[in-house]
């Protein structure tokens, strides 16, 4: 059974900084490249950043560029997201997936597998 488990998710002051980890198990968690999204109300569920299987290669949605980071420890099946200079705009529901095909698509139907989510929210 595949499960992905996303953490980290809080309340944060804007300009702060939050990391979250999705913890995969159920698969070969070498074998996917791995995509952040967030879905804020009344908005439709966006890119964040998605990561290649192995860690080398990396795309970002032009929002968070510069100020976010995907990185992932293959050897402890989780990947992350390291978020700097947080804004109230990046308040959302995140959500990490996984794509077997290795793609690191920046659409949602690439994903096969999708965590629960886990809520960040930016004071003003």
């Known amino acids: 059974q595949v499960q992905l488990v996303e953490s980290g998710g809080g309340l944060v002051q804007a300009g702060g900084s939050l990391r979250l980890s999705c913890a995969a198990s159920?698969?070969?968690?070498?074998?996917?490249?791995m995509g952040w999204f967030r879905q804020a109300p009344g908005k439709e569920r966006e890119f964040v950043a998605s990561?290649?299987?192995?860690?080398?290669?990396?795309n970002y949605a032009d929002s968070v560029k510069g100020r976010f980071t995907i990185s992932r420890d293959n050897a402890k099946n989780t990947v992350y997201l390291q978020m700097n200079s947080l804004e109230p705009e990046d308040t959302a529901v995140y959500y990490c997936?996984?794509?077997?095909?290795?793609?690191?698509?920046?659409?949602?139907?690439?994903?096969?597998?999708w965590g629960m989510g886990t809520q960040v929210t930016v004071s003003s």
């Open positions: 990561i290649s299987r192995r860690g080398y290669s990396t």
């Open positions: 997936a996984a794509d077997p095909a290795g793609r690191m698509a920046t659409t949602q139907y690439e994903y096969d597998y």
């Open positions: 159920g698969i070969t968690f070498s074998r996917y490249a």
